[in-house]
C-alpha cells in the first residue's frame, strides 16, 4: 500500500468531516437561537420557573451528547469501510458500475470521495459497494 494514498485519503477523509461538522455546527446554533429567543420572548411578569429551565438545559445537553455520538458514530463507519477499501489494494476484484461498467483487475488505489469509499482499478474509479467478487 502507497503510502501517500493513504495521505490522500486521509485528508479527503478530513475535508468531508469539516463540511459535516460546519453543517451540525449550524444545527446547534439554530437551536440555541431558538432557545434564547423563547428565552427573551417569555413574560415578564410571568417567567419560566427555574425547574422547566432546568429541565430544557437537560434536554439541550443530552442533545449535544447525542449529537456527539453521532458524529463519532459517522467517522468510526467512514473509517470501517476505507479500511475494507484498503484491504482490497493488490487483489484482483470484478465490479459493475452504472459509470465504469463491468471492471476487472487490480485493485490500485483506496479512497473516500464525498463520503463514499472509491477504488481505483485499472484507470478506472468503482464504488467499493459496487464490487462483487474478490480474489487472492
Do not use: C
Amino acid at each position: 500500500m502507497n503510502v501517500d494514498n493513504v495521505g490522500t485519503a486521509h485528508s479527503r477523509t478530513s475535508a468531508a468531516g469539516v463540511e459535516q461538522n460546519a453543517t451540525r455546527s449550524l444545527e446547534r446554533d439554530s437551536f440555541m437561537q431558538l432557545l434564547l429567543l423563547q428565552m427573551r420572548s417569555q413574560d415578564p411578569m410571568n417567567p419560566m420557573d427555574s425547574s422547566q429551565m432546568f429541565n430544557q438545559m437537560a434536554q439541550l445537553t443530552s442533545l449535544e451528547q447525542l449529537w456527539d455520538i453521532r458524529d463519532l458514530m459517522s467517522e468510526a463507519n467512514a473509517t470501517q469501510q476505507l479500511g475494507q477499501g484498503a484491504m482490497l489494494i493488490g487483489r484482483y476484484v470484478e465490479a459493475s458500475s452504472q459509470s465504469a461498467g463491468n471492471v476487472t483487475g487490480l485493485v490500485d488505489e483506496a479512497r473516500m470521495i464525498s463520503g463514499q469509499v472509491m477504488l481505483q482499478i485499472g484507470g478506472k474509479q468503482v464504488r467499493l459497494e459496487d464490487v462483487h467478487s474478490v480474489q487472492s
